[in-house]
Structures are given as C-alpha cells and as structure tokens.
C-alpha cells in the first residue's frame, strides 16, 4: 500500500505570496492533519480535516487555511507568507473514526519543505 | 491538557551499546502514546505506540517502550545501538487526531 505523499517536496517563496501544499493520504484513510516543523516551536499542530470537513484546528493566523476532497487529498494554503513561515510541513494520515475518544495512529509523509525569502 | 516532556535534546552513544531515550507525559487520564522516528530530510516514522494493553511495547527495528503510570514515564530503549539508527526521536500523546502533542526530540548520535 503506497504511503502519504506531499507535493512539491521543495518550495521557494517571497515575502507577501500564497503558497499551496498539497498531500494524499494512504488509500482508505479518511483524516488528514497538518503540522509545521521549525528548529524553534518543533513540531506545532495546525488542522485536521476529516470528510471534507475541518474537525479540529491549531493555534495558527487565519493566513493558514485547508481543505479536504471527496477522495480524502487534502491541501493547505498560506497567504501573505512571512519570513517566520519557512518551516517543514508534514501532512499525516489516519483511519479517522476515533473523533471523541481513542487515540488513531498517525502516518506520515515526507513533508514539503517551504522557504520565503 | 496532555504533554511530553523529552529529557534529553541529545543522546550520544557507541554502536552496539545500550540506547535509552526518556519521555515523561502529563495527563488527566490514560493517555496514547507514541514514538516517531526522523530521519534527515524525511517525514516521521512509528516506532510504536501505547495504548493501554500492554505496559511494554515491542516496536519495528528492536526498539521497545516501557509504560510506567508511577513513574509518568514512556522511555524508548533499544539493547544495541546501529548506526542506522542515528537520527532524531520523537514521543508524542494524543487522545484524537487533533491532541497530537509533541516533545521536542531528542537527536541521537551513533559512533562507530
């Protein structure tokens, strides 16, 4: 069974653009969430998405957006880039019926990693 | 609110020798818990995860995890160090999709 894939894998950016990150989660897996990776916050939860719907958000700007299609792909989307945006985004992937109790094992892709300059 | 604390940023061993990297968790109730792997340049990799059937937990590549609810601790050991192995861990709780909390890695050092 093919794995979570990200694309583009690398991503150069300016100051004050859009970027859009995109991730397909394992066959069958039915959430997708989002996690920014930085030497210096770590690993930050952003959102998950599960049924083309937004089940739980992080404490990120509203500048950080997403979404969920019927066939579970998920993008995110950040406008106006700054410079403190430059991190590694992870996208994982899980089963997804777990909302409200339980814990669901996460798998993740190789991440995107975004620079602005 | 559940969290990890990992008590080591950097863990440097010899091939072939023991590997112990310590994660103590914070929470109201019986967490999951879990342990990735980074590799550079790559996405993160379980090892393996607890969910209260087991207080040990084997994983993939001869790591195992050792629940102690006394002691609120999760530590990842491993008897024999590969260089393989080098690459940063990291302990995670969560109870949904949405409480994934993460320690801040340890980096562990292999020397040959």
């Known amino acids: 069974k093919a794995g979570v894939t990200q694309t583009p894998r690398y991503l150069i950016k300016t100051r004050g653009q859009q970027v859009t990150l995109s991730c397909s989660p394992i066959s069958g897996h039915r959430s997708v969430s989002w996690y920014q990776q930085t030497p210096g916050q770590g690993l930050q939860f952003l959102f998950e998405?599960?049924?083309?719907?937004?089940?739980n958000k992080g404490n990120f700007p509203g500048r950080f957006s997403g979404r969920q299609f019927s066939n579970s792909r998920s993008e995110m989307n950040v406008s106006t880039l700054e410079l403190g945006d430059s991190a590694l985004y992870l996208c994982?992937?899980?089963?997804?019926?777990?909302?409200?109790?339980?814990?669901?094992?996460?798998?993740f892709g190789p991440g995107t990693r975004l620079t602005v300059l | 609110a559940q969290s990890v604390t990992q008590l080591d940023s950097h863990v440097s061993v010899s091939e072939g020798t023991p590997v112990l990297l310590r994660c103590n968790y914070s929470s109201s109730y019986s967490p999951s818990l879990f342990w990735y792997v980074q590799h550079p340049n790559k996405g993160l990799q379980l090892l393996l995860k607890?969910?209260?059937?087991?207080?040990l937990v084997k994983g993939i590549n001869g790591f195992e995890a050792e629940f102690k609810k006394s002691e609120t601790s999760f530590h990842l050991t491993k008897p024999s160090a590969h260089m393989s192995d080098a690459a940063e861990y990291f302990c995670?709780?969560?109870?949904?999709?949405?409480?994934?909390?993460f320690g801040a890695g340890t980096r562990l050092t292999v020397k040959p």
């Open positions: 994982a992937s899980s089963l997804g019926g777990l909302a409200g109790g339980g814990s669901d094992t996460q798998y």
């Open positions: 995670a709780t969560g109870r949904n999709n949405n409480d994934m909390r």
């Open positions: 607890y969910t209260s059937a087991a207080t």
């Open positions: 998405y599960f049924s083309e719907t937004q089940r």
